[in-house]
């Protein structure tokens, strides 16, 4: 009864905007991953502070594609699959939906402390390692940061989804020359996107490119806390970013669902 009782309201609000049910039904979903760079907090701007993928559903047209901010503050490419946060996304990613993916900030640190130990094997290789787990007390094979990030490639793909990796957000931080350091995550991230055929947003050099044309003041504005997390303005300027890398890339029909200006 709850569940007919459910339909029966979908046909209704369907209705109201104009819609059919089948259209809500099969619309394909836009997953997004990663860490607080793509979503702080609850991703509703406490402490000021926002992940662009918070503004994600501002550019797309959300009666055509349902978006889905699955990213989460502190996690690595690797704890955010030990957590067991990917398996639930697998259990409901369905032919035709979209996963994008942005991690690295949070991959360089140890591999086995007692604090967070979330660090991955630096690069793309297939080098791994045995730890006892000192925070979940179990034992575990640590891998290598392309390792995990081809895990999820492969396995969305499997499941008849389309990958797309963003090299992560640059930090704010500029060198006396108003430059700013390009990371390593996101060469490893290109690699891994040519082995194994995803679709590739190059966000960490997008980024850089108009954080040096504004200058160093200007971004300051961005970071009010620390030098990794932006404010709304910031994340918007980032989700914005986003969207013109997506609009580059060949061939990727996600591009279709974006709102018409």
């Given at each position: 009864m709850k569940q007919r009782g459910l339909i029966i309201a979908l046909?209704?609000?369907c209705g109201l905007l104009g819609l059919s049910f089948a259209s809500i039904k099969e619309r394909p979903t836009l997953y997004i991953i990663g860490d607080s760079?793509?979503?702080?907090?609850?991703?509703?701007?406490?402490?000021?502070?926002?992940?662009?993928?918070?503004?994600?559903?501002?550019?797309?047209?959300?009666?055509?594609?349902?978006?889905?901010?699955?990213?989460i503050g502190g996690r690595s490419s690797r704890t955010f699959l030990t957590e067991g946060r990917?398996?639930?996304?697998?259990?409901?990613?369905k032919k035709g939906?979209?996963?994008?993916?942005?991690?690295?900030?949070?991959?360089?640190?140890?591999?086995n402390d007692t604090l967070r130990a979330r660090g991955t094997i630096p690069g793309t290789g297939n080098?791994?390692?045995?730890?006892?787990?000192?925070?979940?007390?179990?034992?575990?094979?640590v891998h290598s940061y392309g390792w995990y990030m081809r895990k999820y490639v492969n396995e969305a793909k499997a499941k008849g989804a389309v990958a797309i990796i963003c090299s992560p957000v640059p930090r704010g931080d500029f060198d006396e020359n108003g430059k700013m350091k390009k990371d390593k995550y996101a060469a490893w991230g290109k690699e891994v996107a040519t082995q194994t055929g995803a679709?590739?947003?190059?966000?960490?050099?997008?980024?850089?490119?108009d954080y040096e044309k504004k200058g160093p003041a200007a971004v300051k504005e961005y970071f009010p806390k620390d030098h990794t997390h932006t404010n709304?303005?910031?994340?918007?300027?980032?989700?914005?970013?986003v969207v013109n890398g997506l609009k580059?890339?060949?061939g990727c029909r996600l591009k279709d669902f974006l709102k018409k200006k």
């Amino acid at each position: 009864m709850k569940q007919r009782g459910l339909i029966i309201a979908l046909i209704i609000i369907c209705g109201l905007l104009g819609l059919s049910f089948a259209s809500i039904k099969e619309r394909p979903t836009l997953y997004i991953i990663g860490d607080s760079t793509v979503k702080n907090g609850t991703g509703q701007g406490a402490d000021l502070l926002w992940g662009w993928g918070s503004f994600m559903g501002d550019h797309f047209d959300t009666t055509k594609i349902s978006i889905q901010n699955r990213a989460i503050g502190g996690r690595s490419s690797r704890t955010f699959l030990t957590e067991g946060r990917w398996d639930k996304i697998l259990s409901t990613l369905k032919k035709g939906d979209y996963v994008i993916m942005q991690f690295g900030h949070n991959d360089g640190g140890p591999l086995n402390d007692t604090l967070r130990a979330r660090g991955t094997i630096p690069g793309t290789g297939n080098d791994s390692t045995q730890i006892h787990n000192l925070i979940r007390k179990v034992d575990e094979t640590v891998h290598s940061y392309g390792w995990y990030m081809r895990k999820y490639v492969n396995e969305a793909k499997a499941k008849g989804a389309v990958a797309i990796i963003c090299s992560p957000v640059p930090r704010g931080d500029f060198d006396e020359n108003g430059k700013m350091k390009k990371d390593k995550y996101a060469a490893w991230g290109k690699e891994v996107a040519t082995q194994t055929g995803a679709y590739f947003i190059p966000l960490n050099d997008l980024v850089i490119a108009d954080y040096e044309k504004k200058g160093p003041a200007a971004v300051k504005e961005y970071f009010p806390k620390d030098h990794t997390h932006t404010n709304k303005e910031g994340a918007q300027v980032n989700a914005q970013l986003v969207v013109n890398g997506l609009k580059e890339l060949k061939g990727c029909r996600l591009k279709d669902f974006l709102k018409k200006k």
